[in-house]
Structures are given as structure tokens and as C-alpha cells.
């Protein structure tokens, strides 16, 4: 019974590079979170998910950030032209939506992203 | 925004309860109180969650106020492994703002 994973567990990236995270839900799970922790900050959340489409991205910064989760395969949330300022970890949850508020989210082991 | 207030932290004795409180002056009718903590810097655990009911399980209890505006998380008898950021969020409405926020929470320190 695997929960969510998330991977690679680890990324580093030199300034300018793209940074793909990959996030594969709780088998069955169609709904996805995606949430950033900077260095002694709390979670924030960046964007949600349902299959196929964006229901949430308030959280998302404008520019060079976006996330995806298609019909098949796992959630990606793309950084592009990464900068010192992305590095933190990244997290990502699922639920299956069937219950509503009424409804746990499960999440990920992270993924720390640190940029050189 | 986050809904809630916690104290910044606390501590407790290896062995006791550990009551964590928390605020939720503006809660509606509708919304659930979620807890969660993270260890160090592992992904956020599920605690547990009710709406107007006191809850229990395996993990802990929640003690819900009959005006609903707060509430206690209690952790029967604290372990080492206890030692967390304790996250206590208010679930707002369901749609498109099924989100968790996480607040500051409260660090709880479990001494030996």
C-alpha cells in the first residue's frame, strides 16, 4: 500500500537550469497538493490539483512556475530558470476527493531542491 | 491566511499528556479542525480531524469546545519521538478552496 512518492528525494541545480519534481499520489487518489517549505518558514501552499486540471494555483509564483498532473502518470511541478531563491523543499499531498473537507491529506517524503 | 492561533511552544515530560491548544475564533459551521505535525524536516504526518465531536484514535485525542472556537490536542503519554511542529488548521470550504493552510504551529519540545 505506497503511499505517496515523491522524487527525486534530492535535486540540485545550477542557476538557470530547469528543475522537474515528480509526484506520483496514493493509488487511486485524484486529487494533488503541492506545497513549499523555505528554509525555517512554514509550508506554503503553491497550487491544486485534480486530474487534468488546476483548481487552485493562488499560490503559485507568476512567473516560471507551473504544475501539471495528466490523465496518466504522476503530478510535475516544472520550475523553470531556477534561481538561489527556489531552493527549498517541495511537498506534495493527495487525497481522493470522495469525502471533501471530511478528508485527510496524505503527504509525500519531500523533495529538497538546492540550487548552486 | 491561517485561521488559528498557537502558542509559539511548549514542552512536556517524556511519559505525560501533552494538551496542545488552539484558536479558531472564526470558524463556521462547515469547516473541520485538522492536525498535523512535522518532524524535523519530514513531510507533514496526519494527527486527526473532527468538526463538532470529540475525537480519538490511535495517535491522540481532540477535544472540540461546544462553541466550536477551540480546541485541544492531546497526546496521551508524549514520547521522545513526540518531538514535532504541531500544525492545528481550520479546512475551509469545500470547492475550490479544499486546501489545508499551515500556520507557525506550536513546537513541541518532550524532555527525557
Known amino acids: 500500500n505506497a503511499g505517496v512518492m515523491q522524487n527525486p528525494r534530492h535535486l540540485v541545480r545550477r542557476r538557470g537550469q530547469e528543475a522537474r519534481l515528480r509526484c506520483s499520489p496514493v493509488k487511486g487518489h485524484s486529487h494533488v497538493y503541492w506545497y513549499r517549505q523555505l528554509p525555517e518558514e512554514g509550508l506554503k501552499f503553491m497550487v491544486y490539483l485534480q486530474k487534468e486540471n488546476i483548481i487552485d494555483e493562488s499560490g503559485m509564483p507568476k512567473e516560471r512556475f507551473s504544475a501539471e498532473f495528466p490523465k496518466e502518470g504522476p503530478s510535475i511541478l516544472r520550475i523553470q530558470q531556477v534561481v538561489r531563491g527556489d531552493s527549498a523543499a517541495y511537498f506534495c499531498?493527495?487525497?481522493?476527493?470522495?469525502?471533501?473537507?471530511?478528508?485527510?491529506?496524505?503527504f509525500g517524503s519531500g523533495t529538497q531542491l538546492s540550487v548552486l | 491566511d491561517a485561521k488559528t492561533t498557537q502558542p509559539p511552544s511548549m514542552d512536556c515530560a517524556e511519559g505525560r499528556a501533552a494538551n496542545l491548544p488552539c484558536n479558531h475564533s472564526?470558524?463556521?459551521?462547515?469547516?473541520?479542525v485538522y492536525w498535523y505535525r512535522q518532524i524535523h524536516s519530514q513531510g507533514p504526518q496526519y494527527i486527526i480531524h473532527?468538526?463538532?465531536n470529540n475525537e480519538t484514535n490511535e495517535m491522540a485525542s481532540l477535544i472540540i469546545t461546544e462553541d466550536r472556537k477551540s480546541s485541544t490536542l492531546i497526546l496521551p503519554h508524549a514520547t521522545l519521538r513526540d518531538t514535532a511542529v504541531y500544525y492545528c488548521?481550520?479546512?475551509?470550504?469545500?470547492?475550490?478552496?479544499?486546501?489545508?493552510?499551515f500556520g507557525k504551529g506550536i513546537t513541541l519540545s518532550v524532555r527525557p
Open positions: 488548521i481550520v479546512r475551509v470550504a469545500s470547492g475550490a478552496n479544499s486546501k489545508l493552510t
Open positions: 472564526t470558524i463556521s459551521g462547515n469547516e473541520y
Open positions: 473532527g468538526l463538532k
Open positions: 499531498a493527495s487525497s481522493s476527493g470522495f469525502r471533501g473537507r471530511d478528508e485527510k491529506l496524505f
